[in-house]
């Protein structure tokens, strides 16, 4: 069975039928597997991170995630971290690491896979890329505020993907596998961003033993050690270290998620033939053996993002939005954001520079051969960059990197807020009206089992 489907059995409480199975349960699960659940969970934490942080025990939001966590072995300190550095720095590590997972999948197996068929949305990537940068640097050339420009690069795949699937089949599926593309190369580039730009002080020692023990992963890949226990273990302590260099932590995550393997150890039909044999009575050694074989003909990096991505979609990522969302949008706040050359350059960038660039470098492309999609338009082009626009969950967290200053940092957050909504706005607007008519001549897009986009 695929996706969720084992759940579904009669003889488990959620394919059972009782009232409670039937009225509650499979209704929530069904809502999960949804794309568009995520995107719904992550609002309602930004906007209790918003109530809590505007309300008489703002505070005690701000004292909270302020508190620090300090572990210690005898007099040695474990590099103490508040609660939002911890999210932001270790929580949101895996996050990335499913990020990586799914860039591998993709790179191997999937669409960029295929250098002809990615580089479309690789070129349109660059342009919603480089455009916003160049609008957020024009409005902000020289101080700290300069060092915002990535801010408004970034891409939030989770709510991109979210607000374009609640259009059902007036969005072509091959305009849903651009975006999706292209979100992912942003993705990349967001990495990129962050682990050049946006590092402290490098501490070579401790950056040579999180390079040295990911060699030492990739060694054990080659070797087939397949104990997921050594990976954990060798992770964490590539995770600690690159904390400790002074490279973002969140890179580690997406590197340990780029050498996850991505081909099966084991062919399927082999274990399609040990299951197919199984006595009438098996032992325990039966099961595991059939087991193994089964989940071996599965490349890693799809089961490990099946696992996590319901993890880091539904509690990881609304944590960090209700981490850093809260801001005080008191009227002074407001005013100097409506006058901050800051927060228009993040919304220029994201509900301006994302559709513009992005529609512009495609438009280049086919003009030196590249050709569109079958049946795609070029107002859906427009509607695809306006959902880029969603920066969101990746825009705070480089807001909180170019920034020292918290005022400063909120008068980015605003700003994000503002384009994310924005943006979600036009992309549900232009994408409805190119197409129109659509859910009247195509049949319905069923949503395909597997692993959906992690952020």
Request: hydrophobic share 55%; proline share 5%; charged share 15%.
């Amino acid at each position: 069975m695929a996706g969720s489907d084992y759940l579904l059995h009669r003889e488990t409480f959620v394919g059972g039928d009782s009232r409670l199975a039937r009225y509650v349960a499979r209704p929530i699960l069904k809502f999960i597997h949804r794309e568009v659940a995520s995107s719904v969970l992550l609002l309602v934490a930004t906007a209790a991170a918003l109530i809590w942080a505007n309300s008489s025990w703002s505070d005690s939001y701000f004292d909270f995630w302020h508190t620090y966590i300090d572990l210690a072995i005898g007099s040695y300190h474990l590099h103490p971290l508040t609660l939002e550095q911890f999210v932001n720095d270790g929580l949101m590590a895996l996050f990335f690491f499913v990020v990586g997972l799914e860039i591998k999948r993709e790179l191997v197996t999937g669409h960029l896979a295929s250098v002809r068929a990615a580089m479309l949305p690789a070129i349109a990537a660059i342009g919603g890329m480089v455009v916003p940068a160049a609008l957020y640097f024009a409005l902000n050339p020289s101080g700290e505020a300069s060092g915002g420009w990535a801010i408004p690069m970034a891409t939030d795949i989770a709510f991109a993907v979210g607000i374009v699937s609640l259009l059902g089949s007036r969005v072509p599926p091959m305009l849903r596998l651009f975006l999706l593309t292209l979100a992912i190369v942003d993705d990349i580039g967001a990495i990129a961003v962050i682990a050049i730009f946006y590092s402290g002080d490098l501490d070579f020692r401790w950056l040579a033993l999180a390079v040295g023990l990911l060699i030492v992963i990739r060694a054990l890949t080659m070797m087939k050690v397949w104990a997921i226990e050594v990976y954990v273990v060798l992770g964490i302590v590539v995770w600690f270290a690159t904390l400790e260099s002074g490279v973002h932590a969140t890179i580690a995550g997406v590197a340990l998620g780029l050498l996850a393997p991505a081909k099966p150890l084991l062919d399927s039909k082999k274990a399609q033939e040990v299951v197919d044999h199984l006595p009438d009575d098996p032992s325990v050694d039966h099961v595991h053996q059939a087991s193994f074989l089964v989940q071996e003909s599965v490349p890693m990096t799809e089961r490990l993002e099946t696992t996590l991505h319901p993890f880091t979609a539904f509690l990881i990522v609304p944590i960090f939005a209700l981490a850093n969302a809260g801001v005080k949008l008191s009227g002074d706040t407001v005013a100097d954001a409506a006058a901050s050359p800051i927060t228009w350059g993040v919304i220029l960038g994201l509900v301006v520079g994302k559709p513009v660039g992005i529609t512009l470098f495609t438009w280049v492309a086919t003009r030196l051969g590249f050709e569109l999609p079958d049946g795609l338009s070029w107002p859906q082009f427009v509607g695809a960059g306006f959902a880029a626009g969603i920066g969101f969950t990746v825009s705070i967290l480089i807001s909180g990197l170019a920034f020292d200053s918290g005022g400063v940092t909120d008068l980015a957050k605003i700003g994000i807020l503002v384009a994310s909504l924005a943006a979600a706005a036009g992309a549900l607007a232009v994408l409805w009206w190119a197409g129109r008519g659509a859910s009247r001549n195509e049949p319905p897009v069923e949503e395909q089992p597997g692993p959906q986009p992690a952020n």
